[in-house]
């Protein structure tokens, strides 16, 4: 997972290097999508017949709306 963990949270530092991420902890998010990743994955083997394609969706729409830099409305 660390090769997994640090491509995401490099990904978050570039993204607050170009000014589109707040200022956060790329690492602690970055194990946070894991987990939640690796959740839904095992949630997946017994859940049947729950929609976790759409609890996925939103789990990291949720995500990035806590991180992303909305750009202001004119």
Avoid: C
């Amino acid at each position: 997972y660390v090769l997994y963990r640090q491509t995401i949270a490099g990904l978050i530092r570039r993204g607050m290097a170009r000014g589109e991420v707040r200022d956060v902890d790329a690492d602690a998010i970055a194990m946070t999508i894991i987990a939640m990743i690796e959740g839904f994955n095992l949630l997946r083997l017994v859940e049947t017949g729950t929609d976790l394609a759409t609890a996925y969706r939103t789990g990291i729409e949720s995500v990035l709306a806590g991180i992303l830099i909305q750009p202001a409305r004119d």
